[in-house]
């Protein structure tokens, strides 16, 4: 796995070399995105161009697994047909509270279906599923789900994201499309905090949004993919 993320970012370290106006491009500090601030900020980059959009502005399927009150891990499962994995590229810890930059995966193999980062409230767990979450082998909503811990997922924005060369190393992009994504917060019971997390969608394949019409989008599959199981 060490090999996997060195790989990552090594990638994108390449393709920001072949783009010497990446960093100096105009982006505003968004507010909103500061957990995915955080993991740039780690790698010494700036935000890729950000854009708030409206429900309706989100093109099919990604509408469908974006703009719902319902986790994203089991809503991408059940798309896919596929149990969800995770590849944690990165972690913080401040006392009870822990911060993750993630790759979402398809167990069994390496197609990576999301990446985002995610702020959890370990104090407002069990403590049996704060440890699951210390221990970066399931994600955090299927830890919910199989702890059966009462929470209210609850989007506060949609995104449309320019890919930079690191979120086309994330994503393993191959065209230069735009992808989609949401701020969403966890509730629990007493509407205490679990979580807050910023993710964003890998293209899904044979589907097309109105800014890359007649360039079909799919996941990448390539050599990193094809990483051996921890």
Not at 198 to 222: F, I, M, Q
């Amino acid at each position: 796995m060490r090999d996997f993320a060195i790989e990552l970012l090594n990638s994108s370290a390449r393709s920001e070399a072949a783009d010497p106006g990446f960093r100096t491009r105009n982006r505003r500090p968004q507010p909103w995105a500061a957990l995915l601030e955080l993991c740039y900020a780690r790698v010494g980059l700036p935000l890729p161009c950000l854009e708030k959009v409206g429900e309706e502005q989100i093109p099919q399927p990604y509408r469908k697994l974006l703009v719902h009150s319902m986790d994203l891990t089991p809503t991408l499962e059940s798309f896919y047909h596929r149990t969800l994995g995770i590849f944690v590229l990165h972690r913080w810890r401040d006392g009870d509270t822990y911060r993750r930059e993630v790759i979402l995966r398809l167990a069994g193999d390496w197609q990576r279906v999301g990446y985002g980062a995610i702020r959890i409230e370990l104090r407002h767990l069990p403590p049996a599923s704060a440890a699951r979450v210390l221990a970066e082998q399931v994600p955090f909503g299927s830890i919910l789900q199989a702890d059966g811990i009462p929470h209210l997922s609850w989007p506060q924005d949609f995104f449309r994201a320019e890919p930079d060369p690191h979120l086309r190393s994330m994503l393993g992009l191959r065209r230069n499309a735009g992808v989609y994504g949401r701020r969403n917060v966890l509730l629990d019971g007493s509407r205490r905090l679990l979580a807050e997390v910023v993710e964003l969608l890998a293209p899904v394949a044979g589907h097309v949004t109105k800014r890359s019409r007649g360039r079909a989008l799919s996941p990448v599959r390539n050599t990193a993919d094809r990483h051996p199981e921890e």
